[in-house]
């Protein structure tokens, strides 16, 4: 669990990240309408980050992400913004838009507690899917293999390791 004001890394690359999730060195807004105030948002000590002049620091919105159900509409309500400008903030900090962001995360967390050996309709339920088989599809789609053989393969894992599952 992130504490919610602290003092992360500055912005850079993480080599714990895919390079699509890397901020880029510059990705900040300057002038416009905001008066000149820098937001960005970065990955850092394994944990997601926000910054603007408003929050005078750094927050880790890991667990708002968790909690909006990531759903972009939700986080920019959140850190008190309006989705266009949430929507600028991400492109301009990650390079991709915030929809794929924030699945491309939902399937991280899906994945790491379906380790914890949690049934998948709760994962479903917990990550705002309507049905399961969506949750399967999606968790499909990123992975290669659905929800309940990832399962089945960790189980498998960690049996022949000695080890039990959480």
């Given at each position: 669990m992130c504490h919610s004001r602290r003092k992360p890394q500055s912005p850079g690359r993480d080599t714990n990240r895919s390079d699509?999730?890397?901020?880029?060195?510059?990705?900040?807004?300057?002038?416009?309408?905001?008066?000149?105030?820098?937001?960005?948002?970065?990955?850092?000590?394994?944990?997601?980050?926000?910054?603007?002049?408003?929050?005078?620091?750094?927050?880790?919105?890991?667990?708002?992400?968790?909690?909006?159900?990531?759903?972009?509409?939700?986080?920019?309500?959140?850190?008190?913004?309006?989705?266009?400008?949430?929507?600028?903030?991400?492109?301009?900090?990650?390079?991709?838009?915030?929809?794929?962001?924030?699945?491309?995360?939902?399937?991280?967390?899906a994945m790491v507690r379906l380790r914890t050996g949690c049934p998948v309709k709760e994962l479903a339920d917990e990550f705002g899917f309507r049905h399961q088989g969506d949750f399967a599809a999606e968790f499909k789609r990123w992975h290669g293999v659905l929800p309940s053989e990832y399962q089945a393969q960790v189980r498998r894992d960690s049996m022949r390791n000695g080890s039990r599952s959480c």
């Amino acid at each position: 669990m992130c504490h919610s004001r602290r003092k992360p890394q500055s912005p850079g690359r993480d080599t714990n990240r895919s390079d699509e999730l890397s901020p880029s060195a510059g990705g900040a807004r300057k002038g416009g309408r905001n008066g000149g105030a820098e937001r960005r948002i970065w990955f850092s000590e394994g944990h997601w980050w926000y910054s603007s002049e408003a929050t005078a620091g750094a927050v880790c919105i890991t667990e708002k992400m968790r909690s909006c159900g990531f759903q972009g509409a939700a986080l920019a309500k959140a850190l008190g913004l309006g989705e266009r400008t949430f929507h600028r903030v991400v492109i301009e900090s990650l390079g991709i838009p915030p929809g794929r962001w924030l699945r491309m995360e939902r399937a991280a967390a899906a994945m790491v507690r379906l380790r914890t050996g949690c049934p998948v309709k709760e994962l479903a339920d917990e990550f705002g899917f309507r049905h399961q088989g969506d949750f399967a599809a999606e968790f499909k789609r990123w992975h290669g293999v659905l929800p309940s053989e990832y399962q089945a393969q960790v189980r498998r894992d960690s049996m022949r390791n000695g080890s039990r599952s959480c």
